[in-house]
C-alpha cells in the first residue's frame, strides 16, 4: 500500500474524531477497528519494505565485492602495462643503438671502396709504365719478380678482407636489428592487447560504479518510505490506543446510566434510599530502558588510508628537485587508489630525495626493479604505477601501516640495501607526513 495513501486516510480520520459529536460505543469500535486494519496493512508494507532494502543490501554488496575485484584485476593489469612500457623504451633503445653500430660499418665499408675506386681511376690515368703490370715486367730478377707480385696480391687481399668484415658488421648488425624490431613488434602486440583489455575492464568498472549508484539511490529510497511508514504506524497506533480509551470511557458512560436507572426503579418500587454505586480504580506502570556504550581499540601505526589533512598544496610543500610541481599529480592518484596522497610523497621523497640518479635518468620516483631499474615515460607514469603497486601487494594484502608497508618494501638488512639505509625508512616517511600536514 502506498504510505501518502495511508497519510492521507490517517489525517482524514483524525479530522473526522476532532469535529464529531460524542457517538456510540459500537460506531467507535467500528472506527478503531478501521484504522487497526490500516495499521496492519502499514505493517505489512513495512514488511515488505525491510525485505526489499535486505535484498538490496545483499545486491550492493555482491556489486561492492565484484567492484573490488575488478578494481584488483586492474591494479595488475596496470603494473603489466608499466613493466611492458619499460620493456619497449628499452627495445627501442637497443635498436637506436644497433642502427648507429650499422651505419658506422656502412660508412667504414663506403670508405674503403672509395679508397680502392681511387686507386683504380689513378692506375687508369699514370702512364703504362706505373701500371702494376709494368711494374712487375720491369722486375730486375725472378726473385724480383716474385716479390713484386707478392706485394701487389698482399695489397688487394688487404683491400678485399677489410672489405669482408665491414660487410660482415653491418650485416651482423642488420641481422641483430631485424630481430629487436621483431622483438619489438611482438611487444607492442602485447601493450596493444593490454591496452584493450585495460579499456574493457575501465568500461566494466564505469558500468559497476554506475549500477552501485543506482544501487544506493534505490536503497536510500526503501529506507525513507520504511522511515515514513514507521512515522505513519505510530501515529495510527496512538489512534487506535485513543479509540480504546474513548471506547472504556462510552462503555463505563453507559454501566453508570444502566446503574443509576436500575437505583431509580428500586427507589420507586420499594421507596427505600439510594443504594450506593461501585467504583474501579485503574493502575498504570513505567518501563526504564539502559543505554550502553562500547570503545573500539585502535591498533599501531599510521593507516595510510586514512586521508585526513592532506591537500595538493600540502603535499607540494614537501616535493623539493625533480618532484617539484607533481603536488596534484600525487592528489589526484592518491585519491583515486584511496591512499593518503602525503604517504605517496613521502616515498618518492624518501627514496629519491628529489633529485636521484634513477630519477633523472628513468623518472623511476619509488625504486622500482624488473630486470634493473625499470624505465617511465614520464614522472606521472611513475607516480600511478606506485599506487597500483601498493594497492596490489600492499593493501590488499592487509599492509595498510607506515610500519606494515615498512617490513616489505624496504626492509631492514635488505640485500639491496649495503648500506642499511632501510632503517631509516619509516623516520624519513612519518617526517615527510608530518610536514605535509597528514593527521599524524
Known amino acids: 500500500m502506498n504510505w501518502k495513501k495511508h497519510l492521507m486516510i490517517s489525517s482524514a480520520l483524525i479530522t473526522t474524531l476532532a469535529v ?19 495499521a496492519d496493512a502499514v505493517q505489512e508494507d513495512m514488511a515488505a519494505k525491510r525485505a526489499e532494502a535486505e535484498e ?79 711494374i712487375l715486367i720491369e722486375s730486375n730478377s725472378i726473385a724480383d719478380f716474385v716479390n713484386r707480385a707478392l706485394t701487389v696480391s698482399y695489397i688487394i687481399d688487404s683491400d678485399q678482407s677489410l672489405m669482408d668484415t665491414y660487410e660482415k658488421e653491418e650485416e651482423e648488425y642488420n641481422n641483430l636489428k631485424l630481430e629487436a624490431k621483431a622483438e619489438l613488434a611482438e611487444a607492442e602486440k602485447v601493450q596493444a592487447e593490454l591496452d584493450r583489455t585495460k579499456a574493457e575492464l575501465d568500461a566494466q568498472q564505469q558500468k559497476k560504479n554506475e549500477y552501485m549508484e543506482e544501487l544506493n539511490s534505490k536503497y536510500g529510497w526503501t529506507i525513507d518510505n520504511i522511515s515514513s511508514l514507521q512515522a505513519e504506524f505510530a501515529q495510527l497506533e496512538q489512534e487506535s490506543n485513543s479509540l480504546d480509551q474513548q471506547i472504556k470511557e462510552e462503555e463505563q458512560r453507559k454501566l453508570a446510566e444502566q446503574r443509576r436507572l436500575e437505583e431509580e426503579k428500586q427507589a420507586q418500587e420499594s421507596q427505600n434510599s439510594a443504594s ?115 594497492t596490489r601487494l600492499y593493501i590488499n594484502d592487509g599492509l595498510y601501516t607506515v610500519e606494515a608497508i615498512h617490513s616489505r618494501y624496504s626492509p631492514v638488512g635488505a640485500t639491496n640495501d649495503p648500506n642499511n639505509l632501510n632503517v631509516n625508512w619509516v623516520k624519513n616517511v612519518y617526517n615527510y607526513l608530518g610536514r605535509a600536514g597528514a593527521a599524524i
Do not use: C
Open 56 to 134: 538490496l543490501a545483499a545486491q550492493k554488496q555482491q556489486a561492492y565485492e565484484e567492484l573490488q575485484a575488478l578494481s584488483l584485476q586492474v591494479a595488475n593489469l596496470e603494473i603489466q602495462m608499466y613493466e611492458q612500457t619499460s620493456e619497449l623504451i628499452q627495445i627501442k633503445e637497443r635498436i637506436a643503438e644497433l642502427e648507429i653500430k650499422e651505419q658506422e660499418a656502412k660508412e667504414q665499408l663506403d670508405k674503403r671502396l672509395k679508397i680502392i675506386s681511387n686507386r683504380l681511376v689513378a692506375l687508369q690515368e699514370q702512364q703504362s709504365d706505373s701500371s702494376i703490370f709494368s
Open 20 to 38: 464529531s459529536l460524542p457517538v456510540s460505543a459500537t460506531s467507535l469500535t467500528e472506527q478503531r477497528d478501521a484504522v487497526n486494519q490500516q
Open 276 to 390: 450506593n454505586g461501585s467504583s474501579s480504580n485503574s493502575g498504570s506502570s513505567n518501563n526504564n530502558s539502559n543505554i550502553s556504550s562500547n570503545t573500539a581499540s585502535s591498533g599501531r601505526g599510521f593507516d595510510v588510508r586514512n586521508m585526513s589533512g592532506v591537500t595538493a598544496s600540502s603535499v607540494e610543500n614537501i616535493l623539493t628537485g625533480k618532484l617539484s610541481g607533481y603536488g596534484s599529480v600525487f592528489y589526484q592518484v592518491g585519491h583515486s587508489y584511496g591512499i593518503n596522497p602525503a604517504f605517496m610523497a613521502a616515498i618518492a621523497m624518501s627514496e629519491t630525495g628529489g633529485n636521484s640518479a634513477w630519477l633523472n635518468n628513468y623518472n623511476n620516483v619509488g625504486g622500482f626493479i624488473f630486470n634493473g631499474p625499470m624505465k617511465f615515460n614520464s614522472i606521472e607514469d611513475s607516480i600511478k604505477y606506485m599506487g597500483s603497486v601498493l
